[in-house]
């Protein structure tokens, strides 16, 4: 598996390969590393679909309840 470098190895990776006296090295390196673009990684919500499975029988139901006449006549004892 191979990784990606991101912005802040490169820059390490070209300051240590500068000589240790060299301002106009580390500043190119810099500069790299300013125009360098930082991907923006969106997380990846963990979803597990046994339970949304579960969630949307329970709607059904509960939706299903509602339509029903049963439901209806509570609602009118209790106005």
Do not use: G
């Not at 810099?30 to 046994?50: A, R, S």
């Not at 329970?58 to 049963?70: D, E, L, M, Q």
Request: hydrophobic letters at 20%; a negative charge.
């Amino acid at each position: 598996m191979s990784e990606e470098k991101d912005c802040t190895d490169d820059l390490m990776e070209c300051v240590t390969e500068c000589d240790t006296d060299d301002k106009e090295c580390k500043d190119a390196c810099i500069e790299e590393y300013n125009e360098c673009v930082i991907p923006e990684e969106k997380p990846q919500p963990k979803v597990n679909k046994e339970e949304i499975k579960k969630l949307v029988k329970k709607y059904k139901k509960i939706k299903k309840y509602h339509k029903s006449n049963i439901f209806q006549i509570k609602n009118l004892d209790h106005e």
